[in-house]
């Protein structure tokens, strides 16, 4: 677990975009799911199922935006490299606040 902290502390910004939109895709994609399985099987799946599956979904989706809000940020001056509130897919070469190299 200690080393699992670590890795995660040491990780860069763009493993945490990695990460982030990982967490943010997955998310889609079990909401995603979740809306074929309430469409297609109304009555062979319990519904409870499709809650979950669209539960998990929206857990990560929101995952990924916080997980980026929090922690995709320049690693010298602390500046949050989301685009408006979105999660970028790929960050710049250089800190839009401080110019330095990311
Ligand atoms: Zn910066």
Redesign the pocket.
């Known amino acids: 677990m200690k080393n699992l902290q670590e890795k995660w502390r040491s990780m860069d910004c763009r493993q945490m975009l990695n990460v982030v939109n990982g967490t943010f895709y997955g998310g889609l994609g079990l909401l995603l799911v979740a809306w074929i399985v309430s469409q297609c099987s109304q009555s062979t799946v319990p519904g409870g199922f499709a809650v979950l599956l669209c539960v998990l979904g929206m857990a990560g989706v929101f995952g990924g935006i916080l997980l980026a809000y929090l922690r995709l940020r ?1 690693p ?2 602390g ?1 949050s490299l989301m685009l408006g509130g979105r999660i970028p897919t790929s960050l710049p070469n250089f ?1 839009p ?2 110019g ?1 190299p990311l």
């Open positions: 320049c010298h001056c500046a800190c606040k401080c330095k």
